[in-house]
């Protein structure tokens, strides 16, 4: 299963997936509680802190403002996904779950839509952000197309290639960030129902389902620094500046600012496939493990 197709399923099967699996209705802990009831206001806080990035990008802890960008999201992730397997194990319910009609797939992906019920309004709103982030990308990438006066004849084959390029470039870039961020996610969903799936208490998931997240995390910002280390063929300067950057606006943006149009598309494709690889591989080993009583 592509991780598409797993954002996909989860997004469609939150509204039906509650009633057919009983998870319980409450947040994971009293600051679940607080981002579910005030999303706006934690997505105002996070918008306040992007503003003062600036100002401390001087710090020499630099590394924590990059975590914690991405600190929140897979700690609420981890904690929310922590029991969805593991909860039914402790019960002595995985095996009559199991012996419904529903597919292991489908048990494991409607437990989680149903642990995520909480965080729609906050998945909501990041939605919506990364949508005008896609539109922000496009656009910038139009402006920043160079532009040549049209040749003498306007029936030269190099006036056509610039037009197509015009038309294509901007929308495929904005579907890229969409792409490249939503594979983000998926990835550390996985990486916390991993957890759930392999532990055999809630008191061993709870920390680990988080630590998975955000090493999910941490290891794609990594290996998109080293991608666009190895392209440029050097270690960049102001590497915690770049850090940031990647945490935040992920690797497409990157790769577009500092790569020519070539170069970026090549680190583009790279770095998609290197994290499907890992969503597949990822879900595989949850599938394994769940099917363990």
Known sequence: MTSWQLLRTLITARRHSARHFMLRRRPPSPFGQWVSNHPYLLLLL???AGAATPLLLLDVHILLIALALVGVLGLLLGLTLAPVVVEEREKRTWETLRATPYSLEALVLGKTASALW????????????????SLWVGLGSALAMPSRPLAVDPSAPGNYALCGAALILPPLLGLLFLADRAQQFVLMVIAALAVSASTRTRHAARPLAPAAALTAAAVDIAVSGLILALITGSVMGRSGVRLVSLATLGPTVNYLELLPAAAALVAIGLTLAARETAVQALWRWTLRAAKEP
């Open 118 to 133: 909480w965080l729609q309004r906050l998945l909501g709103i990041i939605g919506a952000a990364l949508i005008l982030g």
């Open 46 to 48: 996070g918008l306040s």
